[in-house]
């Protein structure tokens, strides 16, 4: 069974410092799919980025990057220069392409970011 | 583009109560449907999914069933709610080709 693990519930940080926010699945298959996506306040999902498990590029959108390394099952997202309407829960999610991506996303339990001005 | 409508956007309910909430979707032809559920604190529990119509898998036991009518049309019911049954309901989709999921606006259910 699929598995995502965010193991920090809570960053505080002053705004202009770049912070990390640390994801780490497990699955089962060789096809997969992760997710970040964003919550602000308001309680919308944001999406951000999809990365499917046979593209290990790292990815860099604006002040957004991500690093997936398979090696050590995570997927890993960095804001730099972090501003305060950057903060929000954000959520990392996996879905499996052997229930042919019905099956649904497995979320992990989020972590509440919190730019300080 | 694809775009979800969810409503109502906030509710509360009394403990007993039945519940409906409905979400339908524009700018695609069937869809895979989901309910989710985001308990206080907590993260996105997958509580049903629909490939078509009339095909509901439910992921966990609990209070609440979903229909769906139509092929854009994914409604979350219950017959007597709990207060267990609290929580931020969120309905998604995604095309059959695609394993991206976009979210509505959700619904944050209080029962009292």
């Known amino acids: 069974a699929q598995k995502v693990t965010q193991a920090q519930t809570e960053i505080s940080v002053v705004e202009k410092e770049d912070v990390t926010l640390d994801c780490v699945y497990e699955t089962r298959d060789t096809t997969y799919y992760l997710f970040w996506y964003k919550q602000p306040p308001s309680g919308e999902l944001v999406f951000l980025i999809r990365?499917?498990?046979?593209?290990?590029q790292n990815e860099i959108s604006g002040r957004y990057s991500w690093n997936f390394q398979k090696s050590t099952s995570s997927f890993n997202f960095t804001i730099t220069a972090s501003q305060v309407v950057d903060s929000a829960v954000y959520f990392c999610a996996l879905s499996e392409a052997s229930g042919g991506g019905a099956d649904g996303l497995t979320f992990g339990k989020g972590t509440h970011l919190i730019i300080q001005p | 583009s694809q775009t979800i409508h969810q409503w109502p956007a906030t509710l509360v309910q009394p403990v007993g109560s039945p519940l409906s909430l409905e979400c339908t979707v524009e700018?695609?032809?069937?869809?895979?449907l989901y309910w989710y559920r985001q308990a206080a604190g907590r993260g996105l529990q997958l509580l049903f999914y629909s490939v078509g119509i009339g095909q509901i898998s439910s992921e966990v036991p609990q209070n609440l069933s979903a229909s769906r009518p139509q092929d854009r049309q994914f409604i979350l019911s219950s017959k007597k709610l709990l207060l267990s049954d609290s929580g931020f309901y969120l309905c998604a989709q995604e095309d059959s080709m695609n394993t991206e999921a976009f979210f509505g606006q959700g619904t944050r259910l209080t029962v009292v």
């Open positions: 990365r499917n498990s046979f593209d290990e």
């Open positions: 700018g695609t032809s069937n869809p895979n």
